[in-house]
Structures are given as structure tokens and as C-alpha cells.
């Protein structure tokens, strides 16, 4: 393999998701937007495992070791160079599957109308916005033999998460959502609503069409997402919770914007107090944040549900305060 394969595939491969899908949290943010958690490689009790996500690169100080992700797939499979490189092209391999997936999904979706209907009741009433995130469905029990026909072995739509344990889809009743190297399934029964494939869930939903747009809204669902869309805000993200990874915070902050932070109104405040400290952290990286003030109880899918229009919101967003 020659060095320019070899750049090649580490550029496919940013570190810091490789490290998250193989479940590495980072304790703290240190310098230079660089990340410190506990080592994966050796018995760590404080963190001495440094993370720089810009330049693909880690160091531990407990161990000494560091380098670049073929350097710690070599250390955290404890295999030999080429098999570090074959590992993480299987790692890779993965985006061909989900393609296929969501394409099988897509075609489920007009198969079956209380999935048509449960979105219709969401406030997802064109079929633009639902062409334009990709929006499937997920039946259950018949992913897997699909798959399966197309050559996919099991072991690797387990090692996926499509697949459980006991062999059956992982998706069952579900809207399918896709991201950038994940899945997100809603269930439209309504119990254990949220599921993502193993991994992480990547940078914030369908950031490269708004990146250079001056303002953003920032949404918490992708149900939030849709309708804002559809009532024409298309310089809206969403970050898939109220949590931003370290990669979607990075993506607000990598140039001169406003950010409209539209979280839930929630009874117990979790959406709100998740605003106010992300408008802290985003004015102290130069960001300009305004925080929309929703009426009680509501999120911006549920204000469009219950009648709200896009010149209702438009006033919202005119009051948004800092
Ligand atoms: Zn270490």
C-alpha cells in the first residue's frame, strides 16, 4: 500500500470518530479545542489520553503512546500494521451497507401507511422534505434476509447493529432517519422511541448545506428539523439531542455566525438549561448564540403540529435573546 492510499484512508477516518464508535468519551475539552479522557490502551484511573481532532492525532500520557489511527488500531486490536490498515478498511466498508439500507427503507416507507400516517401526524405532509432527508421505514423481519441476498455475511450486519444477537432486525417499526455514517430509528409506537446504530452519531444533520449560511437554527430532533424545513427555514441542523458531541460544537464555532437555539420548552427545563449553557459556551468561542423562547411545553415540531406558521416562528426568532 503506497502513502498516498495510506492518507487516503485516514482521511476517511477522523480519528476522534473512530475513537466514539469504539465507545471513547472525552472527559474535558483542554487547549486548542483538544480532548482528554481516560486511555483505551492501558489501565487509566485519571485522564491522560489527549485527543487533537484537527490534526487526527493522539498522545497518551500515562502510556506514552501515541500517533495517528492506524497507530491505534494497531494498539487497541494489538495487531501488526497491515492489519491495522485491513481493519480500518472494513471500518470503512460500512458506508456501502448503509446505502444499501437506506435505500431498502426508503421503498418500505409508501409500503406502509400507518408509517405515512405517523409522520402526516409529526406535521410531515410533503413529500419534498421526506425526498429531501431520506426519510424511511423500517418494518422489522425483513432487513436481514434482504441483505443477506445481496452477499452481506451476518456476522457483518451484526458487527453494524442492524443485526441482533438473536439474528433479528435491530430496527423494527421504525422511522429511519440517515446520517453521516449512522442510522437514527423512531419508533412509531412510541416505546424506547430513540435508536442509533452502535458508534457515533456524527457532526450535526446536513451541516455541509448550511455551513455558510450568516444564520442557523439549531434544532434537538430531526421531527424539529422537518418541519422548519418544510415552512421553508432551510438554514436549519439539528445535533440529535440536547448533548453536542465534540465534532458537532466544533462545526457551530469554525466560523462567523448567529446561532438560533431552538430547544425544547420542556416542563422540567432540561431543553432550556441545555440552551443557556450552550449560549455560554458558543459566545465564549466569539459565536453569537440567541436562545428562541417557545411557549410552555413546546418544541418546534409540536408549535408547527398545533397550528404554529412560519411567520409566528419568524416573530420568535426576532425575539431570540443571547
Ligand atoms: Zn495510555
Known amino acids: 500500500m503506497n502513502r498516498r492510499a495510506l492518507d487516503e484512508l485516514k482521511q476517511q477516518i477522523p480519528l476522534l470518530d473512530y475513537l466514539q464508535a469504539h465507545d471513547w468519551r472525552p472527559a474535558r475539552r483542554v487547549r486548542d479545542e483538544r480532548l482528554m479522557g481516560l486511555c483505551p490502551l492501558h489501565t487509566d484511573h485519571k485522564p491522560s489520553f489527549l485527543v487533537d481532532p484537527h490534526k487526527n492525532l493522539f498522545y497518551c500520557y500515562g502510556c506514552g503512546r501515541g500517533g495517528d489511527v492506524i497507530r491505534f488500531a494497531e494498539l487497541y486490536h494489538q495487531v501488526k500494521f497491515p492489519e491495522a490498515v485491513a481493519l480500518l478498511r472494513e471500518w470503512c466498508g460500512q458506508a456501502p451497507l448503509l446505502d444499501q439500507v437506506i435505500d431498502f427503507y426508503r421503498i418500505q416507507l409508501f409500503r406502509h401507511h400507518d408509517a405515512v400516517s405517523y409522520l402526516y401526524d409529526r406535521g410531515l405532509h410533503r413529500p419534498d422534505v421526506i425526498e429531501h432527508m431520506r426519510i424511511g421505514y423500517a418494518p ?183
Open 140 to 322: 422489522g423481519r425483513c432487513l436481514r434476509a434482504w441483505l443477506t441476498d445481496l452477499g452481506f455475511p451476518t456476522a457483518v450486519l451484526r458487527q453494524a447493529g442492524l443485526v441482533n444477537a438473536a439474528g433479528k432486525d435491530a430496527f423494527v417499526q421504525r422511522i429511519v432517519f440517515p446520517l453521516e455514517g449512522n442510522l437514527y430509528g423512531r419508533s412509531i409506537q412510541g416505546s424506547a422511541p430513540h435508536l442509533f446504530l452502535p458508534g457515533s452519531k456524527g457532526g450535526l444533520y446536513g451541516w455541509e448545506r448550511v455551513r455558510r449560511c450568516p444564520e442557523v437554527i439549531l434544532v434537538e430532533g430531526l421531527f424539529d428539523y422537518a418541519v422548519l424545513w418544510q415552512a421553508g427555514f432551510h438554514h436549519v441542523t439539528c445535533s440529535m439531542g440536547s448533548h453536542l458531541n465534540a465534532r458537532q460544537f466544533q462545526q457551530l464555532c469554525d466560523g462567523r455566525r448567529t446561532v438560533y437555539l431552538a430547544f425544547d420548552s420542556d416542563h422540567n427545563q432540561g431543553g432550556q438549561l441545555a440552551a443557556q449553557w450552550m449560549s455560554r459556551r458558543l459566545w465564549a468561542q466569539g459565536v453569537s448564540a440567541r436562545r428562541v423562547h417557545l411557549p410552555d411545553g413546546q418544541d418546534p415540531n409540536s408549535f408547527f403540529v398545533g397550528g404554529g406558521d412560519a411567520h409566528q416562528f419568524q416573530r420568535l426568532l426576532e425575539a431570540a435573546r443571547p
